[in-house]
């Protein structure tokens, strides 16, 4: 059904969606390549929310360029939107251009639209095909995926550690295991989120800011500390430049006077707090991604943290996806990766898949994911 060309126009459709990486949250990152006598004519992708999607992107590109997009085959990663949100219908300015073709990389998993975009299309008489690149076109998206069809947020868990698998000196010590270039790379994972997630015992002991600053974007993620008793610093570097990004404290029960004054007073300062607790009075981790996902529209959370956190929240069934960093050396004594239980028996260890694996410098990545089978609906 595809041709060679047909794989090279999505493929630079998908390269146009890649732009959207740091900057289209919560919307997906959608590419779109318009193609004219076999020549590109105009292409595009989403801007910031609120911005132009894809589609109305590639066509202003078109005009601009001094085409007619009548008669034009259109390219797109994602199914183009049928209803109106924070911007009108992209499907209406593809029928007003009266293109011949739309190839869509992949359906919209939006219930919303979930196929009547396509339909839109091929009753204004347009010719539609869908599949081309779906696999990659996916990979771009699979925190909007997750949102859409899981309510929950594609959880990354991040971290560095020895070979040996420790994360830091017996005494903490964790700054640097890892060189710049990893670091760098672990900047990029943090420019694609929603929010930075970590515990408040990182907090107390690294003082991160949590923003990104390797890699250029004209957005930050929310930060998300979680702090069942309140107990985060409030000179925290993590509380500055509120004006950039956002900052959520999740804490347990608000259930003494002490706890409620904090909480007035991190609120006065422009900081949220949420409290969300569990039967044991320490936050309800699996109901915080839910609510990340279903009331604040979060697609991707990037998770920072420490042994503890990491440990719970591979326990709860929270995580979708591991981003480890390996330093070639061995530290010996130190503080592991997470904290969990020792197994009794092979089989009980939980199931990934590697992704992939890169070189920064002298650190190794390893990318990892659930089974999609296993995932947690």
Not at 16 to 29: D, G, M, Q, V
Not at 190 to 211: F, H, M, S, W, Y
Not at 284 to 298: C, G, I, S, V, W
Not at 348 to 360: N, R, T, V, Y
Request: aromatic residues 6%; glycine residues 8%; charged residues 20%.
């Amino acid at each position: 059904m595809y041709t060679a060309l047909d794989h090279e126009f999505m493929s630079q459709a998908l390269a146009e969606a890649a732009k959207s990486l740091y900057l289209s949250n919560p919307n997906p990152r959608v590419g779109c390549v318009v193609v004219k006598g076999g020549k590109v004519i105009g292409k595009g992708h989403t801007q910031k929310v609120g911005g132009a999607h894809a589609e109305v992107q590639a066509l202003a590109d078109v005009r601009a360029n001094g085409f007619d997009p009548e008669g034009s085959t259109v390219y797109v990663t994602l199914e183009p939107c049928s209803h109106t949100g924070r911007t009108p219908p992209c499907v209406d300015a593809l029928i007003a251009a009266k293109p011949a073709l739309v190839i869509v990389a992949m359906s919209d998993p939006n219930p919303i639209v979930a196929g009547k975009g396509l339909e839109l299309l091929r009753a204004a008489g347009i010719t539609v095909r869908c599949g081309l690149l779906q696999a990659e076109a996916e990979a771009l998206n699979c925190g909007f995926i997750s949102r859409m069809t899981r309510g929950l947020p594609w959880v990354r868990l991040k971290i560095a550690a020895s070979l040996d698998g420790k994360t830091a000196l017996p005494d903490g010590t964790s700054q640097w295991i890892t060189g710049p270039l990893a670091r760098a790379d672990g900047h990029h994972w943090r420019a694609q989120a929603c929010a930075i997630l970590t515990g408040v015992g990182t907090v107390k002991e690294d003082n991160p800011t949590l923003n990104v600053r390797d890699v250029d974007t004209e957005r930050q993620p929310w930060r998300i500390i979680v702090d069942s008793k309140l107990e985060t610093p409030v000179a925290s570097k993590v509380f500055e430049n509120l004006n950039h990004s956002g900052v959520i404290l999740v804490c347990g029960k608000l259930d003494t006077p002490a706890k409620e004054q904090s909480a007035k007073a991190f609120e006065a300062r422009g900081i949220e707090v949420i409290p969300l607790p569990n039967a044991n009075g320490k936050v309800d981790l699996p109901k915080l991604f839910t609510y990340l996902a279903q009331e604040r529209e979060m697609n991707e959370i990037h998770v920072e943290a420490g042994f503890k956190l990491n440990g719970s929240l591979l326990r709860e069934d929270c995580v979708d996806e591991l981003l480890l960093y390996y330093a070639p050396f061995l530290m010996g004594e130190g503080i592991g990766m997470a904290n969990i239980s020792p197994l009794t028996a092979l089989e009980q260890g939980q199931d990934w898949q590697i992704l992939d694996q890169a070189m920064f410098g002298s650190d190794m990545r390893l990318r990892l994911a659930k089974p999609a089978s296993s995932l947690k609906e």
